[in-house]
């Protein structure tokens, strides 16, 4: 038996757990946007680097990092829309002032709205920003996810994508109900009505910050741009 089991006797294994990930952890030379705790590094999990104390991912702290730097959440009174809400950047949410937060999900008990991504229940124009990361890919219907999306955003507002798109690819691929996103994506965003840029927001980071959120591209082919989708002017 370990030490800090020997010394939490009795007490839950997730505590161990967390206890062991403290010392496991330590350090300063890696930062978490999302929880904003310093750790030696993050934790290594299939080839992710996920936080050692909210347990977000690289996307999401990338997700995080884009968003508060483009000061895009700081506007008071914004409809923000969550579709499939990660708890890590959730938790963020939550805590801004004046905002309308509604998440929504499909399989998760605790999102404010049951639906699925391509039958969203809320008015034309409902909302100013929109966050869909990492939940077309597995929609049913991804075309008309993208126009519900384009639907309920405000004429205004901004949409952020994330998904897994292969760089390899020069077009979308579906195999029995799996779909791996080519390039092509950003054509298929444009025909569902928005205006499209692409963000490599984790390659245009000065090197040692990116190191330093633990954001940078990880997956071999496997992209991990923002899709900043908007109403045509
Ligand atoms: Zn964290």
């Given at each position: 038996?370990?030490?800090t089991?020997?010394?939490?006797?009795?007490?839950?294994?997730?505590l161990?757990?967390?206890?062991r990930?403290?010392?496991?952890?330590?350090?300063?030379?890696v930062r978490?946007?999302?929880?904003?705790?310093?750790?030696?590094?993050?934790?290594?999990?299939d080839?992710e680097?996920?936080?050692?104390?909210?347990?977000?991912?690289?996307?999401?702290?990338?997700?995080?990092?884009?968003?508060t730097?483009?000061?895009?959440?700081?506007?008071r009174?914004?409809?923000?829309?969550?579709?499939?809400?990660?708890?890590?950047?959730?938790?963020?949410?939550?805590?801004?002032?004046?905002?309308?937060?509604?998440?929504?999900?499909?399989?998760?008990?605790?999102?404010?709205?049951r639906a699925?991504?391509?039958?969203?229940?809320?008015?034309d124009?409902?909302?100013?920003?929109?966050l869909?990361?990492?939940?077309?890919?597995?929609a049913?219907?991804?075309?008309?996810a993208?126009?519900?999306?384009?639907?309920?955003?405000?004429?205004?507002?901004?949409?952020?994508?994330?998904?897994?798109?292969?760089?390899?690819?020069?077009?979308?691929?579906?195999?029995?109900?799996l779909?791996?996103?080519?390039?092509?994506?950003?054509?298929?965003?444009?025909?569902?009505?928005?205006?499209?840029?692409?963000?490599?927001?984790?390659?245009?980071?000065?090197?040692?910050?990116a190191?330093r959120?633990?954001?940078l591209?990880?997956y071999?082919?496997?992209?991990?741009?923002?899709?900043?989708?908007?109403?045509?002017?």
């Amino acid at each position: 038996m370990r030490l800090t089991e020997r010394l939490l006797g009795g007490v839950s294994g997730s505590l161990v757990e967390r206890v062991r990930d403290r010392v496991r952890f330590a350090g300063s030379d890696v930062r978490c946007p999302c929880c904003e705790g310093r750790f030696g590094r993050f934790k290594r999990v299939d080839g992710e680097l996920e936080c050692p104390r909210c347990g977000s991912l690289k996307r999401q702290r990338l997700l995080w990092l884009f968003l508060t730097a483009e000061r895009l959440l700081a506007a008071r009174g914004l409809r923000i829309l969550h579709l499939a809400p990660e708890p890590a950047v959730e938790r963020r949410l939550r805590m801004l002032e004046g905002a309308e937060y509604v998440t929504v999900g499909i399989a998760n008990p605790l999102a404010d709205v049951r639906a699925e991504v391509d039958s969203l229940p809320f008015e034309d124009g409902s909302f100013d920003r929109i966050l869909c990361s990492y939940v077309l890919e597995g929609a049913p219907d991804d075309t008309r996810a993208m126009a519900e999306l384009r639907r309920v955003l405000s004429p205004d507002g901004l949409a952020v994508i994330q998904a897994p798109v292969n760089a390899e690819l020069e077009r979308t691929v579906e195999v029995g109900g799996l779909r791996a996103y080519g390039l092509d994506l950003e054509d298929r965003l444009r025909d569902s009505g928005f205006r499209v840029r692409v963000v490599p927001y984790a390659d245009e980071m000065d090197e040692v910050a990116a190191e330093r959120h633990g954001v940078l591209s990880p997956y071999g082919p496997l992209r991990n741009d923002l899709y900043l989708c908007q109403a045509p002017r």
